[in-house]
């Protein structure tokens, strides 16, 4: 097969959206369903709410074509697909273009092209894989020349030199679409039927070393065509494929797991995906074909990814035989299925990092696992993100209708939406085709022009939020213009939630009269682009007169928008006392909040929304209310079907919620206090939810999940004519249900429940308990929050509701010490008490002395590790208490003056002092700078300590040395051996920003150790010269690096410590760069790479800098 790869996926008829027009907010008052996280979640420890990248789009080198493959190595991206020019961040298509034939690397720090890698390939590349060390990439496509020497549809690159690999030259009969690699073989899937004159049915494998085939051959098998059904091109549903489109190693002994349009494998069934023996090239067991369908010419599993423990997998169909549009999660060994994501709209690309799964998609429904609904018209969205967790299970039917995956687990889609523009390319009007990333960032390659409103062609980079600018707020569509309503004691400002690309939660604060003022009220609320609550904020303290109100909402980076102020008139029927228990109720986060204190008419009013219940016939308001000191009412019902509150408007029924009530009742036929039901009257068809009472008296919370009707019941009975306080709640740790401030019992086996959308009804419906649909008794206070309430905050409300007062909270201690020989300093300011103020600080040292104030220090006698203790006391008397341990040391003993030399160095340190966080200050040179938000770093047994977290860099600078020739000699080892694609040890000068020159050692896994001579400009990394040392490197043997900047000439020689010092240097090059001709500072990084299985340690000894051609003095 030749030419441009044609995606055979549903067309996206209502997706072309044009650049800088956005699509609209849809959808009307909906509650939140399942609880999502964003790039700050309010819970990091929910699986379900994993913190994401922000969606804030960075300046990427743009292309002029399509991008289908990915892959990073290092801090190098490396970009396949068709194309022929690339061009910088921001430039228009046509201007600032360099030449990049269907293959380029940027860096994935700073978005800018790799000038030193410029390969040429006369034909599109379509995969992408990386040698388990990193030392070179593999490429395939329908390619025959590379470099203008030939090369079949696969070839491969040195990472270190961006050349040719000259000893490897399979020749495929055509086109390359997966690769894998290990050490020793190279894996292939594609179109092909041979590589070389040996037939090979759309697999084979390859030595690694020369290329040679392998004798692996296993078999893909067609399928029926029983299940093609396209309307425009009938006499292709006749036709039938078994080509391999994607390939990864996993799991137990060098697995190889294929994905594709194939049937079975060896004969064997295996639709869409299967496992192979990676020696034998036998079938393996992969449970997750038993549920996929997708095979053929119009159907596929289109990629796979893995972060090898799971294999990550995503479908595609188009009136064919598949059931999977979206992606799935399956263990590697066995391939069990993990979580199935049942979203609808072809996928194409997953790469997993950090709890969170991220989507290249058009995906336009995912209802099903609790997401965003069909939209009329269609939106697709072409960047998504799930949990990489199961958090609830596949719902019962699709928009298709069919329940392919009902009942399977399932992972939460998360609140992560950066818009992105379909392109044209392909003729697929698709954005995205590929995706990928580190730790740091999420990248994007496929044909989009743009993403969220900016031009950025074809490639996009993303962030987590310590790197990223976070200037993506929320956003709102025409006017946004709050109302205000008067209600019995209050005036009520609602407002139509606005949405945030990435943060679901956002506070709204109102305002009166003037944003001088404090805030009438601040809350912090969820919404969803496809699902905006209405909220609402009641103000009790208003004088009788017009006012004006205007609400804003602010993210957590602090970007806001403002709605426009609104003018009403407030009577004197609208103010009322502020009330305790209702105060707490709001203040710990209520969505919805009846407190049924209202006197007449047909509403409930909500205090926290719009969304009013309304009042039938078998109501009896103004009676005696449960909350202790407070005069607002509760209502009465009669236990008929004439006596409850039904809801006004429908929304999704929620997965994480807790539903409180107060109730009181004598009744001998129970009924359902509250629950949640289909149906705003009458019975509902669908109901759960519930907190319901039976005929004993007993309590019982419980919701419906496939078919099944778990249940939380008490023993004890509640049905003695006293006010009762109950809560139920459900979140990823359980069904939990609590009576007067006790919990009564919890199933974590219970995480989730149907989905749904209806009403929150008070006072009855059908349920499946043993009692009375319809109540009969007093209810009061109901409310719904969209967490699970803690233990501590529902006897809170409990205690609250019975005394009338709020329960004083205590204070938080928190403080920090910083020592500096035998004194310590502790700073305690940052304590804090949520209501009220920190009256006073307390202090233990910890060896018997003590303080007071909110700042202090203490002189320890000795030297050693010591527990400080503060302790803090709030306004009403209540405390909180925080320790810490200290490490102090004795100072160093000065030197004995030594005779002055002929040169000074320009730095020197043996590192012969204790520090217990960072180097402290050098001999000679001044202080270290540390860098790198993973590292740990130490001064102890004489030698600086450094340990960098896996896929990151750190490092220590001298920032008050500035020198341009420059020498820098030390003592470098590594106490363990690499690992995954190894570790980058760099020491260098001439810095400035990030701009520098360098000498760079790569200790591999297996023990070769290779010397570079670099440069960066502006972050982007290029090696001039590189040479692998004889030998291999043994953990804890120490190295001597001396590396000389002198003009343009760069040198640097790597010989044993304590050895004679060699008279050649090692590697040698010449950097005429106008940047690097001027002095900067010195500096030491390290980078464990992505792989590695462990941090990365490092010891640096005997460092020393002088003029270049300079000796340090003899030991």
């Not at 040719?164 to 997966?178: E, K, T």
């Not at 006004?648 to 039901?677: C, D, H, K, L, Y």
């Amino acid at each position: 097969m030749s030419g441009r790869v044609r995606a055979v996926s549903r067309p996206i008829v209502a997706a072309g959206v044009a650049l800088m027009v956005g699509a609209g907010v849809l959808g009307g008052v909906v509650a939140p369903g399942t609880a999502r996280a964003d790039w700050a979640p309010l819970d990091r420890t929910d699986p379900a709410t994993p913190a994401t990248v922000t969606a804030d789009p960075l300046p990427t080198t743009q292309i002029n074509g399509v991008a289908w493959a990915q892959l990073v190595v290092g801090n190098k991206v490396y970009v396949a697909g068709e194309f022929t020019r690339a061009r910088p961040a921001g430039a228009a298509p046509g201007t600032q273009e360099t030449a990049r034939n269907h293959l380029l690397a940027y860096d994935i720090r700073t978005g800018q092209l790799d000038t030193s890698f410029a390969p040429t390939l006369n034909a599109q590349a379509l995969a992408l894989a990386a040698s388990p060390d990193g030392s070179r990439i593999y490429v395939g496509g329908d390619f025959t020349r590379a470099d203008g020497q030939s090369r079949y549809r696969v070839a491969a690159y040195s990472t270190a030199t961006g050349q040719l690999v000259s000893d490897f030259r399979p020749a495929v009969g055509n086109q390359v679409r997966a690769i894998a690699a290990t050490d020793s073989t190279v894996y292939l899937g594609g179109a092909f039927a041979s590589v070389g004159s040996t037939a090979r049915n759309r697999l084979a494998a390859v030595s690694a070393a020369t290329g040679a085939l392998l004798p692996w051959a296993p078999r893909p098998g067609v399928g029926s065509t029983a299940g093609n059904t396209l309307k425009d091109d009938p006499e292709k549903n006749a036709q039938t494929s078994n080509e391999v489109l994607a390939l990864v190693v996993a799991g137990s002994n060098g697995q190889v797991v294929a994905a594709g349009r194939f049937d079975s494998l060896n004969g064997v069934k295996a639709t869409g995906v299967g496992a192979l023996d990676g020696v034998t090239g036998a079938t393996r067991p992969f449970a997750v074909n038993r549920l996929i369908t997708n095979q053929g010419v119009n159907s596929a599993v289109w990629s796979l990814s893995t972060d090898g423990t799971s294999v990550y997998g995503t479908g595609y169909n188009y009136y064919g035989p598949g059931n999977l549009e979206g992606s799935f999660a399956a263990e590697a060994t066995g391939g069990r299925v993990r979580w199935i994501n049942d979203c609808r709209g072809d996928t194409y690309s997953i790469f997993a990092k950090g709890g969170a799964a991220y989507h290249a998609t058009h995906a336009h429904v995912c209802d099903n696992i609790g997401g965003f609904p069909e939209q009329n018209p269609r939106v697709n969205m072409y960047g998504t993100a799930v949990s990489n967790a199961a958090t609830g299970t596949v719902g019962p039917v699709t928009v298709q209708g069919i329940p392919y995956f009902r009942g399977q687990p399932a992972p939460s889609v998360l609140p992560w939406y950066p818009t992105f523009y379909s392109g044209r390319y392909t003729g697929q009007y698709q954005a995205g085709w590929t995706v990928t990333g580190n730790d740091d960032y999420v990248v994007y390659g496929g044909e989009f022009p743009g993403v969220n409103g900016l031009t950025q062609q074809g490639l996009v980079r993303f962030a987590v939020s310590d790197i990223a600018p976070d200037r993506v707020g929320p956003r709102t569509t025409g006017t946004w213009t709050p109302t205000v309503s008067m209600v019995p004691g209050a005036a009520r400002v609602s407002w139509r939630a606005v949405s945030d690309r990435d943060n679901e939660h956002l506070t709204y604060r109102v305002y009166r009269d003037s944003m001088a003022a404090a805030p009438v009220c601040a809350v912090t609320r969820p919404s969803q682009w496809w699902t905006l609550p209405t909220y609402a904020c009641s103000d009790t303290a208003a004088t009788a007169g017009a006012h004006r109100y205007l609400v804003t909402a602010t993210d957590a980076a602090g970007n806001r928008v403002s709605s426009t102020w609104v003018t009403a008139t407030v009577g004197s029927a609208n103010r009322s006392p502020s009330r305790a228990y209702a105060g707490l109720v709001q203040a710990d986060g209520a969505l919805q909040h009846w407190p049924l204190g209202e006197a007449s008419g047909t509403r409930a009013y909500n205090r926290t929304n719009g969304l009013d219940l309304t009042v039938q016939s078998g109501v009896t308001r103004r009676q005696a209310g449960a909350i202790a000191g407070d005069a607002d009412t509760s209502y009465a019902f009669n236990g008929t079907s004439s006596g409850y509150l039904g809801g006004t408007s429908a929304m999704a029924a929620p997965q994480t919620f807790s539903v409180e009530a107060w109730f009181q009742t004598t009744s001998r036929a129970g009924g359902r206090i509250v629950g949640f039901g289909n149906s705003a009257t009458g019975y509902s068809s669908s109901y759960d939810r519930h907190v319901m009472m039976d005929a004993s008296g007993r309590l019982a919370f419980g919701v419906r999940l496939n078919g099944t009707n778990p249940t939380v019941t008490t023993t004890g009975t509640y049905n003695d004519g006293r006010w009762h306080h109950v809560v139920g709640t459900l979140d990823h740790t359980g069904l939990a249900l609590y009576v007067d401030g006790t919990l009564i019992g919890k199933r974590a086996d219970v995480t989730a429940a149907s989905r749904y959308t209806g009403h929150w009804r008070v006072g009855g419906d059908r349920s499946w308990f043993s009692g009375a649909d319809w109540f009969a008794g007093r209810i009061d206070e109901v409310a719904v929050y969209p967490r699970a309430l803690s233990p501590e905050q529902v006897r809170a409300h409990d205690s609250t509701g019975r005394s009338g007062t709020v329960p004083n909270a205590a204070p938080t201690a928190s403080f920090t010490a910083t020592p500096a020989d035998l004194t310590v300093a502790v700073d305690g300011a940052a304590s804090a008490d949520a209501d009220g103020r920190v009256a006073a600080h307390a202090w233990d040292f910890g060896d018997g002395a003590t303080g007071t104030g909110a700042t202090a220090s203490h002189t320890y006698a000795a030297a050693g590790t010591y527990t400080v203790r503060l302790t803090v006391t709030d306004d009403d008397g209540a405390t909180g208490t925080v320790t810490r341990t200290v490490t102090v040391t004795a100072p160093a003993p000065q030197p004995e003056p030594e005779p002055e030399p002929g040169v000074q160095p320009l730095a020197a340190d043996a590192f012969e002092r204790s520090v217990t966080s960072g180097w402290g200050t050098a001999d000679v040179g001044g202080a270290w700078t540390m860098s790198g938000s993973s590292g740990i770093s130490s001064v102890t047994g004489g030698a600086g300590q450094l340990s960098g977290g896996i896929g990151r860099t750190v490092g220590a600078t001298l920032g008050a040395v500035s020198g341009q020739d420059v020498a820098v000699q030390a003592e470098l080892t590594l106490p363990q051996a690499a690992t995954g694609t190894g570790a980058w040890v760099s020491l260098g000068g001439r810095k400035v920003g990030s701009t520098d020159q360098r000498a760079t050692l790569r200790f591999q896994s297996t023990g070769a150790v290779d010397v570079r001579l670099d440069r960066t400009v502006d972050g982007a990394e290029t090696v001039l010269a590189s040479q692998r040392l004889a030998g291999t490197y043994a953990p804890g043997t120490a190295l001597t690096v001396r590396l000389e900047l002198a003009g343009t000439a760069l040198r640097a020689k790597v010989w044993p410590a304590g050895t004679a010092e060699p008279t050649a240097w090692t590697v040698t090059a010449t950097d005429t760069t106008a940047a690097l001709q001027r002095p900067g500072s010195l500096f030491l990084e390290v980078y464990t790479s992505g792989s590695a299985t462990r941090r990365q340690d490092l010891r640096l000894d005997d460092l020393w800098a002088g003029q270049a051609g300079q000796l340090p003095p003899a030991p």
